[in-house]
C-alpha cells in the first residue's frame, strides 16, 4: 500500500502524429486533470516516436520512478502501432494473443472478425489483442471491447483515441488510486488571488510564502493574465482585469486557504476562489 499522499503519476504519449504537429495531444491533459482531482500528483508527461526504442526507454524509465504509468497511442492494428511489442521490450516479455478480448472482439466490434490466422484484414484486427505475455487484462467499460493492459505492475496501456481515453480513464483510475493507497484519497485545493501588479513587482513576497509553505507541501505559483491595452489611459493597471492570477495547490486545504489569506493581504489581491477541480 502507498500512502495516498505519496501517489505520483506519469504519462508516456506515443505517435509520431504528436511529434509531427498533425494530431493535438488532448489525452496528457485529461490526464493531468483527473489525476489532479483524485490527488495523485503528475511528474511527467513524455511524448515519443513510433519507435520501439523511445517507447521501451520511456516506459521504464517512467515505471522506476512513478506509481502510476500511464501510456496513449499506438494499439491498432497497423504497422507503426508497436506500443504493446515495445513495452514488452521494455520488461522482457514476449506477446501472445489474448483469447478473451479476441471473443469481445468478435462479439463488438465491427468490421473483419479478428483471426490470427485468417485473411490479411483478419490478422491486422488480431493484432489489436496481441499482448505481452506477462500482462493483467481488464475490461472498464464493459460496452466496448478495448481493455486496459498492465505490465510490470505500474504501467497501463490505453487507447489514444480522446473519447476511449477519456471513457477508460474515468472507469479505471479512481479504482486503481483507491487499491493503490488503500484509502480515500486526498484531494487536491487550488486557491486563487487575481493581482493588479506586474509579474516583477509580486516575485519577492511569491519567494518568501513559498519558502514557508514548502515543508506544507503547497505550492504557489504565478501566470500572468494578458489583456490587451485599454484604448485611453495609456499602460496602466487600473481599468484592466487581474495582471496576474497566482494560485495555491496543495492538499491541506486550510493551509492553502491561509496562504490565499496572505496573499490577498500582502498583494491587495482578490479572493477567487477555492477548487478541487481544474
Not at 516583477?200 to 514557508?212: F, G, M, N, T
Amino acid at each position: 500500500m502507498f500512502a495516498s499522499n505519496s501517489l505520483t503519476a506519469a504519462l508516456c504519449v506515443i505517435g509520431d502524429e504528436i511529434l509531427s504537429g498533425k494530431t493535438l495531444d488532448i489525452n496528457s491533459y485529461f490526464f493531468a486533470k483527473r489525476c489532479f482531482e483524485l490527488g495523485v500528483e503528475v511528474e511527467k508527461i513524455e511524448v515519443v516516436p513510433d519507435r520501439y526504442s523511445a517507447i521501451s526507454s520511456s516506459v521504464q524509465s517512467l515505471s522506476r520512478s512513478h506509481d502510476i504509468v500511464f501510456t496513449s497511442g499506438g494499439i491498432g492494428p497497423t504497422h507503426d502501432d508497436i506500443t504493446y511489442e515495445a513495452v514488452g521490450r521494455a520488461f522482457g516479455d514476449g506477446l501472445e494473443y489474448h483469447a478473451d478480448t479476441l471473443a469481445r472482439m468478435r462479439r463488438i466490434m465491427a468490421g473483419a472478425a479478428p483471426d490470427p490466422r485468417g485473411t490479411a484484414e483478419q490478422a491486422a484486427a488480431a493484432r489489436m489483442a496481441l499482448f505481452p505475455a506477462s500482462a493483467t487484462v481488464v475490461y472498464p467499460c464493459e460496452e466496448y471491447w478495448v481493455p486496459v493492459v498492465s505490465v510490470a505492475g505500474n504501467v497501463h496501456i490505453f487507447p489514444g483515441i480522446p473519447k476511449l481515453f477519456e471513457e477508460l480513464v474515468d472507469a479505471y483510475l479512481p479504482g486503481l488510486v483507491a487499491g493503490l493507497s488503500g484509502e480515500a484519497a486526498i484531494e487536491f485545493t487550488r486557491a486563487l488571488v487575481g493581482v493588479s501588479r506586474w509579474e516583477s513587482e509580486i516575485a519577492p513576497v511569491l519567494d518568501r510564502l513559498q519558502e514557508r509553505y514548502a515543508p506544507m507541501g503547497i505550492k504557489i505559483g504565478s501566470y500572468p493574465n494578458w489583456v490587451p491595452k485599454q484604448p485611453t489611459g495609456g499602460d496602466t493597471l487600473s481599468n484592466r482585469k487581474p495582471t496576474v492570477v497566482v494560485s495555491v495547490v496543495g492538499k491541506d486545504k486550510e493551509q492553502v486557504v491561509s496562504c490565499q489569506a496572505e496573499l490577498c493581504q500582502l498583494l491587495d489581491g482578490v479572493d477567487l476562489g477555492t477548487t478541487n477541480k481544474v
